[in-house]
Structure formats: structure tokens, C-alpha cells
């Protein structure tokens, strides 16, 4: 599964230092660290995250079914597909592990789904910390976390960050912005030769009618011999 989550995380850790360079006007709060300082505070919340994900051992598909048990709407066959895709990630992870590799180099998105449910709350824990040991604030830390796992679900940044090719999806989008502008161009251009010719009808409609009510205004006097 591409991207793996280390790449992914490295194209979060992109977008966070990105918006660290927005103009000082645009920043939320006049206390913002630099953009040098930001940089490496989030650098430093990466390499918190990414070691946590990486040392983390799965539980047991048994012991994890016991704490996610069926749900009431659930049927036991839906729970069942759910224990299995469980049982994958946690197999797929207990072999990296077991080989001396990096699970975060080796698995995506779906496998980060289940371990940074379980990773999160560790570290929000100890968030005192986990935010010293990345030299970044817990405000600054905390929103680091959120922002990652937000974009598991959905998040403004989660196209990019989950994009096996994300300078390809920036070129995507500046194009789609490029010809989205032109055709709006065009579309206004259009509308406003459509009210000149509108007005210009309507002036000559007017011209026709005053011709008209003109000749009618006459009055033809019988004419007779005297």
C-alpha cells in the first residue's frame, strides 16, 4: 500500500512547515515562532510520532476483538471482517518487527489506522514529555498529532499527505485552479457581452417605437379644391 506512513508523514511534516512560512498577518496569534523555529519544533513532533509508531507492538487479534467487540447494529459476519483485516495489520506488523525493519517504512494507510489509535493516547499521556523531547510546545505537539490522525479522516490536508506522488497533485491542482480562473473569465466575459447586446436591442426597440408613435402623431388634412 502506497505511500508508506513514513513517506506520508513526511509530506504532513511538508504542509505544516508550509503553513509555518504564511505571512505574519495571516498567522493566528502574534506570539508564532518563527518560520526557522516552527520548523524545527515540527520536525522535532515527527520524530516523536514516527519513533512511537515504529516501537509500537499490536495486540493480539483475541485480546483487540475483546476490547472492540461486535456491535449492537454489527452482524457477526461484519464483525468477523472486521477481526480478520485486524489479524492482517497485526500479522503484517509483528513480521517488520520481527525482521529488525520499520513497520512505518513498510506498511500505509490502512495499517496506521488501527496503531495510531493505540499510539495517540500514549503519548497524549505523557504530553508534558512527549513535547520536551520534541522541543516543541504541547499546543504546538497536540496539534501536530491531531493534524496527522485528522488526515486519516477526511482532513483539507489528507489528499496531499496520502499522495504516493504529492508534487504531481500540487501541479493537478494549480492546473485545475489555472483553468477554473480562465473559464470563469470566460463566463463573465460572456455575460457581460450578452448584457451589451441586450442593452443595445433594447435601444434600438426604444428608436423604433418613438419612429413609430412619430408618423402616427400626423394628422393627414383632406385636401379640396377652393
Keep these: 500500500e502506497m505511500p508508506r506512513i513514513e513517506a506520508a508523514l513526511k509530506n504532513y511534516l511538508s504542509l505544516r512547515m508550509a503553513q509555518g512560512l504564511a505571512p505574519a498577518e495571516e498567522q493566528q496569534s502574534s506570539s508564532v515562532a518563527s518560520p526557522a523555529a516552527q520548523g524545527i519544533a515540527l520536525q522535532g513532533c515527527a520524530r516523536v510520532l514516527i519513533r512511537g509508531i515504529n516501537a509500537h507492538e499490536l ?17 457477526g459476519l461484519e ?15 509483528a513480521r517488520c518487527r520481527q525482521a529488525d525493519q520499520k513497520p512505518a517504512k513498510m506498511l500505509g494507510r490502512s ?3 488501527y496503531v495510531l489509535a493505540e499510539v495517540l493516547p500514549k503519548l497524549m ?5 512527549s513535547a520536551k523531547a520534541a522541543g516543541a510546545s504541547q499546543e504546538l505537539f497536540q496539534s501536530f498529532l491531531e493534524g496527522f490522525k485528522a488526515t486519516l479522516e477526511g482532513s483539507a490536508d489528507g489528499e496531499l499527505t496520502w ?4 508534487q504531481k497533485v500540487l501541479a493537478e491542482r494549480q492546473i ?7 473559464e470563469r473569465a470566460s463566463r463573465e466575459e460572456e455575460a457581460e457581452n450578452q448584457s451589451d447586446e441586450m442593452y443595445a436591442a433594447f435601444r434600438r426597440a426604444q428608436a423604433s417605437q418613438a ?5 402616427s402623431s400626423v394628422k393627414v388634412e383632406e385636401v379640396t379644391e377652393g
Design 163 to 166: 499522495a504516493q506522488d504529492m
Design 176 to 182: 485545475a485552479r489555472r483553468k477554473e480562473a480562465e
Design 79 to 93: 464483525f468477523m471482517d472486521r477481526l480478520s483485516a485486524y489479524k492482517v495489520v497485526q500479522t503484517l506488523w
Design 111 to 113: 495499517a496506521l489506522k
Design 59 to 75: 495486540q493480539s487479534s483475541q485480546e483487540w476483538g475483546h476490547k472492540h467487540p461486535q456491535g449492537p447494529n454489527e452482524t
Design 125 to 129: 499521556a505523557e504530553v508534558e514529555v
Design 211 to 215: 419612429t413609430s408613435s412619430g408618423y
